[in-house]
Nanobody, 125 residues
């Protein structure tokens, strides 16, 4: 019954910006949420996640360029991406869990049982 739906991907030029959205439904509790991305043939990479009682956590590869945010009333999280680079090209996924995660667990793929279908981001030079 849990469902995560991403949107907002597309094809852009280097230096452009995009905002991804993920609408969550069916959770019994307020979920912990995160954004991941994956390139074919490579492992899924954690990008950004909410720390339960602190600030968001970011991967070094996107620190300073990507920002995760949420709208509780709309059950939606966002990933604002700026200064996009060709190496950002990937399928982007929204992930969630109804369990509280420790800071060290926020970027671990295995800690998230629920995933969206993905939205493709393609950045050309």
């Amino acid at each position: 019954q849990v469902q995560l739906v991403e949107s907002g991907g597309g094809s852009v030029q280097g230096g452009d910006s995009l905002r991804l959205s993920c609408i969550a439904s069916g959770f019994r509790r307020t979920p912990s949420m995160a954004w991941f991305r994956q390139v074919p043939g490579k492992e899924r990479e954690g990008l950004a996640a909410f720390e339960q009682f602190g600030t968001p956590v970011y991967a070094s590869s996107v620190q300073g360029r990507f920002t995760i945010s949420k709208d509780i009333a709309k059950n939606t999280i966002y990933l604002q991406m700026t200064d996009l680079k060709p190496e950002d090209t990937a399928m982007y996924y929204c992930a969630g869990t109804d369990l509280n995660l420790k800071r060290a667990e926020l970027m671990l793929e295995a800690r998230y049982p629920y995933w969206g279908q993905g939205t493709q981001v393609t950045v050309s030079s």
